[in-house]
């Protein structure tokens, strides 16, 4: 069956409000053998109308999403039902139930919010539990006047939609996919590699396999690996992908890099603390954004300049002196000195240079030292080269250090 997105508001296209349907949707209905074969995103207006007058000819499921509320510029549901040739008609109890809803929260009633109980004659209510805009079913050939397909219309705001679609719209698409074809997806998440790499050491293997879909997304120091397939050929292809990548796979989850590390530590009931120069606290604040962080994190050291570095972290002055404090025996002893300060398990640090200025032959613009202290053994150290924005830089230095943290806990 055909699937076609439509995202509908002035704000997704200005860029206020980042449009997360496609995604979800997307991942919903794939167990059901369905895909997203087109997505677009309109304006509020005419271009609604145009959209959908044109998807309705090739489609044969149709999402919309937005202009469901009560305001001037919410019009989804007048063009659905003006293309179908369906009068709109005031629901009875659909009204009672956003006077009420209104009433509890202490909102004032206005006229406007009565649009919100109109429903085109054949439609089913689609309850929204979490806001007053109800969504909105309409079954293929709806009005036998003219072919249409299965129109869904669902409100914008995520915490509305996704509670609604689980509930009320896979419902109705179960029954709708009479054979579904038992599609699976997997995905591998792998730090510090590039996608080239990567495909050279599993592309060919995997694309052997008939009927695998294999796609790469590659990420500010990861690439995110994917597999699409029936259940022989997934599983195939997982035994290729581990075998040949191995360690390198972070997670096979949604998890972030630094959330692994969370958990990891805490199952190993480890601590860590942090020394930073050119990463200015974004190790520190990636780690304390993940749930759970404080059974683990001991400390963050932002250690910019090089009297900070001598003072806190014991880094010895002749040591900068000799090698500079972007240098693999200066990241050295800045991770031991942050490990020592904080009486962590292990500590790492970052120290390079971030630019656009202060590069050298020696040393560019770019270059970056992460260091691990451990318990176990003498500190050891990276040395990288990320010759990028500032923002990147930091991003893709943090990311190297998490990844050795990583390797060491899993050894």
């Not at 997203?36 to 149709?62: C, H, K, M, N, Y």
């Not at 409100?155 to 719209?169: C, D, H, I, N």
């Not at 020394?275 to 780690?287: D, I, Y």
């Not at 050891?380 to 943290?405: G, N, V």
Request: charged fraction near 25%; proline fraction near 5%.
């Amino acid at each position: 069956m055909r699937v076609a997105l439509l995202n509908t508001g002035t704000e997704l296209l200005l860029g206020d409000v980042q449009n997360t349907h496609l995604a979800f949707i997307a991942g919903e209905i794939l167990p059901l053998g369905l895909r997203i074969d087109e997505q677009r995103t309109v304006p509020d207006g005419a271009a609604i109308r145009e959209a959908l007058a044109e998807l309705f000819s090739r489609t044969e499921i149709v999402f919309v999403t937005g202009g469901l509320g009560p305001t001037t510029d919410d019009i989804t549901r007048e063009v659905a039902a003006e293309l179908l040739g369906l009068k709109l008609e005031q629901n009875a109890e659909l009204l009672t139930w956003l006077q009420h809803r209104l009433k509890t929260r202490g909102f004032k009633w206005t006229a406007r919010i009565a649009r919100q109980a109109n429903v085109p004659a054949g439609a089913q209510i689609l309850p929204n539990e979490n806001g007053s805009a109800s969504g909105l079913y309409f079954r293929a050939n709806i009005n036998a006047q003219s072919s249409s397909p299965h129109l869904f219309l669902l409100p914008g705001p995520p915490r509305e939609l996704q509670p609604m679609f689980r509930k009320s719209v896979m419902s109705i698409l179960r029954p709708m996919v009479k054979d579904p074809t038992a599609l699976d997806r997997r995905i591998y998440k792998i730090a510090c590699l590039g996608e080239s790499i990567i495909e050279e050491a599993i592309g060919e293997k995997v694309l052997a396999i008939e009927g695998i879909e294999l796609g790469y997304c590659a990420r500010l120091g990861e690439v995110d690996v994917r597999i699409i397939g029936e259940a022989d050929g997934i599983r195939r292809a997982d035994a290729i992908i581990r075998d040949d990548l191995g360690l390198s796979i972070f997670s096979t989850t949604d998890e972030t890099l630094e959330e692994v590390l969370v958990r990891l530590l805490a199952e190993r009931k480890k601590t860590i603390a942090v020394a930073e120069s050119c990463t200015g606290g974004l190790l520190a604040h990636r780690l304390t954004n993940v749930p759970g962080a404080s059974e683990v994190f001991v400390a963050g050291y932002v250690a910019y300049a090089n009297a900070v570095k001598i003072d806190m972290l014991k880094v010895d002055r002749k040591l900068i002196e000799t090698h500079g404090a972007v240098s693999e025996p200066v990241a050295r002893v800045m991770a031991e000195g942050a490990r020592q300060c904080a009486r962590s398990t292990y500590a790492l640090a970052t120290t390079g240079v971030a630019g656009p200025g202060g590069g050298s032959p020696d040393k560019p613009v770019g270059t970056a030292y992460v260091a691990l202290a451990s318990p176990d053994e003498d500190p050891i150290a990276r040395k990288l080269l990320f010759p990028t924005d500032r923002e990147t830089f930091k991003q893709l230095t943090a990311q190297a250090a998490f990844e050795l943290l990583r390797r060491k806990l899993i050894r």
